[in-house]
């Protein structure tokens, strides 16, 4: 079993292990980019710089996601694989019960791992001549205005105001999937005519064709790429078949059942604020997928590979005067 290798047991082996994923044809200086000229310190795993101009000391970590951790690097590597591993995600408390860390080192570890989850730079547009983009909107938890207004009673009475759910009590979210490809997802105020068609032209190529259901957000930005397609669901018309293929958006309805699965079953509270994190986990898992050729290990290191250049520190992840839960 892969997760009996000693870079999951062993820090030594761990940092050597991430050495060769980060820096594989040698040592490289996070701060002037200096190829082998580091020599190392007194200190296990340390390294200084032998640039003349700059001199500074670093560590494997030094410019990742990992950087200023306390954490053995052996559990660092385990939560990646973790969560790259499984399809759903694996929460904080299951972190801390395998590690004998506090939940406040396993919250925190989880949502570093998310931050390097998250796609960097510009992105290309989805799609392309002869391919298919699907697009559909979901909603998932209640915003935290609904939820405090939900809660509120009438003086005297024991019943809750606001007894039913509303599409605008809840968080909206627009997924864009290139069918047999990537997928792409954004947390959004409102899913209203303007915000959907600001996003799909920005994130679909006009080559493509686009597949929706009947939903009239796409009515008028659909005429501006190669075909739009869509199905009905309220005649419970699901999938369609036609010369050009079959139509349909069974890939973004696949992958919000992944999502919502994964967010109710496994990590069952999000706050609204670290949506976003969570989205970039499920989006990275399914861009990596197996079948696009990707196994767990690989993924895993994809991951490790892609952590360099990103931060996330306590502060920025919780704000003045909050804590983890």
């Not at 730079?121 to 298919?132: C, E, I």
Request: proline residues 2%; aromatic residues 8%; positive net charge.
């Amino acid at each position: 079993m892969f997760l009996q290798q000693p870079q999951f047991h062993d820090d030594e082996a761990a940092r050597a292990y991430f050495e060769r994923i980060r820096w594989p044809d040698g040592r490289v200086c996070p701060h002037c980019g200096v190829i082998g000229a580091e020599y190392a310190t007194k200190r296990a795993g340390r390294y200084r710089c032998g640039a003349k101009e700059c001199r500074k000391d670093f560590s494997t970590t030094t410019g990742t996601v990992m950087e200023q951790s306390h954490i053995g690097l052996s559990k660092w590597l385990w939560v990646f694989y973790q969560m790259c591993a499984s399809k759903k995600g694996i929460s904080s408390h299951q972190v801390r019960r395998s590690l004998g860390v506090s939940m406040k080192a396993a919250w925190f570890m989880t949502h570093r791992v998310r931050e390097a989850m998250k796609a960097g730079g510009l992105a290309a547009p989805l799609g392309g001549p002869g391919k298919v983009v699907e697009v559909d909107e979901t909603y998932h938890g209640k915003i935290a205005e609904a939820s405090e207004r939900r809660t509120k009673r009438k003086r005297g009475s024991t019943t809750k105001l606001g007894g039913s759910r509303r599409v605008g009590d809840k968080r909206a979210i627009v997924t864009l999937i290139e069918r047999g490809g990537q997928a792409r997802t954004f947390h959004v105020a409102k899913a209203d005519l303007p915000t959907v068609q600001k996003i799909v032209r920005e994130n679909i190529a006009k080559e493509s064709r686009l597949h929706t259901d009947g939903s009239g957000l796409y009515t008028a930005v659909g005429k501006e790429f190669a075909a739009h397609e869509s199905v009905d669901h309220s005649q419970e018309e699901y999938v369609r078949y036609e010369p050009t293929g079959p139509v349909h958006n069974n890939s973004a309805e696949s992958y919000f059942s992944v999502f919502k699965r994964g967010m109710k079953g496994v990590y069952q509270h999000c706050q609204e604020k670290h949506l976003h994190r969570y989205l970039a986990e499920f989006d990275y898992r399914h861009n990596t997928r197996t079948k696009l050729g990707v196994d767990d290990k690989q993924r895993a290191d994809l991951l490790l590979a892609g952590a360099e250049g990103k931060r996330l520190t306590y502060r920025r992840t919780h704000g003045k005067g909050q804590h983890a839960r």
